[in-house]
């Protein structure tokens, strides 16, 4: 395997994690800490496992986190209260709500109760607006994170055709503003994919740069892309497997298949899952800086 095609997102969120504890410690002589309440609300336990990981990526760059617990039966009432009072807290900078909320939780309120100023997940449509409009905003931190992978690797992507699979809210929706933006690290031609799509290898096979974003294990096959193409993979699915586990985890590319004709590829696990929760603490950086210069 020629290592070089590797995106490696472990080492580059690691390095983003460094600069980010240097501008925490300049930031901590000025008084001013950065803090991140992370909301869990229920038993899930994948949730609490990406809880947990924010937590400790808190504690090693310097970050103050506070961690709030709730039973699945709190009521949508009581979350939004509490979600007011962060908003009025002077130690919390960044507000984040783990997902999925029970079905008795409009998530939808949660994103808008959440000061824009506080949105450190980039939901909010005041961010998601700017976003579109190419203002200054919190961007959503995969599609943020698999800009940096991009932009750190030195891959070009002006003038690039970017082809995204997959339309969510979290990931295909905001990677395609991002990349259409006048900006660096952007100004490319866009085209979203998704389960609707007629013909779709024949528009994939037109990508430069791949964003696979749909959520089925291994879905992008060697045919459906061109020599050379740079894939970012954000899919991570578990399917069954023989081993101690009894499961491995895939993204949403055929890996083996697919590295022999990319030029540049990520892997799963290692990729762009790493570079999310790097880019979380760096928006709430930049919230801690609002609030020095405000």
């Known amino acids: 395997m020629d290592t070089q095609k590797l995106i490696d997102g472990k080492a580059t969120a690691l390095q983003i994690r460094k600069e980010i504890k ?3 410690e300049n930031l901590k002589k000025d008084g001013i800490t ?4 992370v909301v869990l609300v229920g038993e899930d336990p994948a949730s609490q496992v990406y809880v947990r990981n924010k937590e400790r990526a808190c504690e090693r760059a310097g970050i103050f986190s506070l961690k709030i617990t709730y039973n699945a039966s709190i009521s949508e009432k009581e979350l939004l209260e509490k979600i007011e009072e962060l908003n009025n807290d002077s130690r919390i900078d960044g507000i984040l709500v783990q997902s999925p909320l029970p079905n008795h939780i409009d998530e939808f309120k949660v994103v808008e109760a959440i000061s824009p100023s506080k949105d450190v997940d980039g939901f909010h449509p005041m961010n998601v607006g700017n976003l579109v409009l190419g203002k200054k905003a919190f961007l959503p931190c995969t599609p943020a994170g698999v800009q940096q992978l991009l932009v750190r690797k030195g891959i070009e992507t002006s003038g690039k055709h970017v ?4 339309r969510s809210n979290i990931v295909g929706k905001p990677a395609a503003n991002l990349f259409v933006q006048k900006n660096s690290g952007a100004n490319s031609t ?6 609707r799509t007629k013909n779709i290898s024949e528009i994939t096979k037109q990508a430069d740069i791949l964003i696979a974003a749909i959520g089925v294990p291994e879905f992008v096959k060697a045919e459906m892309v061109k020599d050379d193409v740079v894939v970012i993979d954000v899919g991570i699915n578990r399917v069954d497997a023989d081993n101690e586990k009894g499961y491995k985890l895939v993204g949403d590319v055929a890996f083996d298949e697919v590295f022999e004709k990319s030029s540049y590829i990520t892997p799963v696990p290692g990729g762009v899952g790493p570079m999310t929760i790097a880019m979380l603490l760096s928006n709430t950086l930049a919230s801690a800086k609002n609030r020095l210069e405000n």
Do not use: K, R, Y
């Open 22 to 24: 240097a501008e925490v």
């Open 34 to 37: 950065p803090g991140l309440a």
């Open 163 to 166: 082809v995204v699979i997959g």
């Open 190 to 195: 866009v085209t979203i994919v998704h389960s």
